[in-house]
């Protein structure tokens, strides 16, 4: 017997399908300068394989197609692994190398063990199929959706950590955080989390199959498909190798990061007054989207020697730096009357913003006032005295 809503549902699955196929072939075509993308495509092209198996299972039957039955049901394990190769290639610039096959190893098991299945004839894997759609899963299926559960929790936590930390890096690199901070992601990343909540409370109410299983189904799709999507609009993060190790700058207030390698102080304290003088005399920070990588090479040091000098000298990191330039640059000019006829976005255009709503917020979180709050500030009058 259909259950009441199937027809939905498999329409969801044909169309998820369908797009999800369509998004793959884009994310793989388009991975080119964009590494973490082939991940996301992979993560996307099973996904839909999976959810295309279970279209055809459910409206032509198990009798007719049997060689369909725990095919795909590996394909959870690979999942998780999944977002998390996609997550930590984004943020830290790097392919993931041969250790990270270990990732496949959860995979690799699920296989093993559904060999039995795969391997029985058609009337036993119409069987099994039956069993799971009216009945729920037997003891090893439910078992084998613990240990799911379990580790998407964990890749889940780990995705989100990467995220997290990801923030405080791109501020040591970066003076502007359009496109870098990947606040989307973290958002999604909670959303998923919302929707492992939910099947964990399906679980142990036991009704991880028929409609319930379908309705998790639909709310991964629409996750994985909003990931997908703004994957295709996120440029790379680090489009230059990142710098190898050099000796970190120290001083006698240093933090012990800085602490196993020293530089006297004579010299920090050079690179730090030759920093704040081309500053001052260049004023590279009016130029949009400067880097650390740019402005060392500018001072002829190396990014690594320059971000502890602007850590430990200057007690800020670059991006904090490079915009309270930008916004005493921008007071300058909201002070100056020959500027009064610029509006409050030439102004931050001049300073070196990409964008309005992008200095609004810098400015009011430094000053505590709006731009234009700045402009029309009442000022203080010449004593006549």
């Known amino acids: 017997m259909v259950n009441a809503g199937s027809g939905v549902i498999d329409i969801m699955l044909l169309l998820g ?30 996904f839909a394989l999976d959810m295309g198996s279970l279209w055809l299972l459910r409206t032509q039957g198990p009798e007719r197609l049997p060689h369909l039955v725990g095919l795909s049901d590996p394909f959870v394990y690979l999942y998780s692994p999944l977002v998390y190769l996609y997550v930590r290639t984004l943020v830290r610039g790097r392919s993931p190398g041969r250790r990270d096959l270990v990732h496949s190893l959860p995979a690799l098991a699920a296989l093993a063990a559904a060999l039995p299945l795969l391997t029985s004839d058609g009337a036993h894997k119409a069987a099994h199929w039956s069993q799971a759609c009216e009945h729920g899963p037997a003891d090893g299926a439910t078992m084998a959706s613990f240990l799911a559960l379990s580790l998407s929790l964990l890749y889940l936590l780990a995705s989100h950590r990467l995220v997290r930390g990801h923030r405080a890096a791109v501020r040591e690199r970066f003076s502007d955080l359009q496109h870098r901070d990947l606040n989307w992601l973290r958002l999604l990343l909670l ?50 190798p990142a710098p190898p190790p050099e000796p970190a700058i120290a001083t006698a207030e240093s933090e012990p990061r800085y602490s196993k390698a020293r530089l006297e102080d004579a010299l920090a304290d050079a690179i730090r007054r030759r920093l704040e003088e081309h500053l001052d005399r260049a004023r590279p920070y009016r130029r949009p989207g400067l880097t650390l990588q740019e402005l060392a090479d500018e001072l002829d040091v ?14 800020r990191n670059f991006y904090d730096l490079i915009n309270e330039r930008r916004v005493a640059e921008a007071c300058r000019r909201l002070d100056d009357p020959a500027h009064s006829h610029l509006t409050v976005l030439a102004v931050a255009m ?36």
């Open 191 to 240: 959303a998923v989390l919302a929707m492992w909540s939910v099947s964990v409370v399906l679980f142990l109410a036991g009704a991880m199959h028929g409609q319930h299983g379908g309705l998790i189904f639909s709310l991964v799709t629409v996750f994985l498909y909003g990931v997908g999507f703004m994957a295709l609009r996120q440029p790379e993060l680090f489009t230059e």
């Open 17 to 46: 399908t369908l797009h999800g196929l369509a998004l793959a072939a884009a994310l793989l075509l388009r991975a080119q300068g964009r590494r973490a993308n082939r991940w996301l495509g992979l993560l996307i092209l099973f």
């Open 302 to 315: 190396s990014p690594h020697v320059l971000s502890q000098v602007i850590n430990v000298q200057m007690g």
């Open 350 to 385: 001049d300073a070196g913003f990409r964008s309005k709503s992008t200095f609004n917020a810098i400015f009011k979180k430094t000053l505590g006032l709006t731009p234009t709050q700045y402009r029309e500030r009442p000022r203080p009058t010449a004593s006549g005295s």
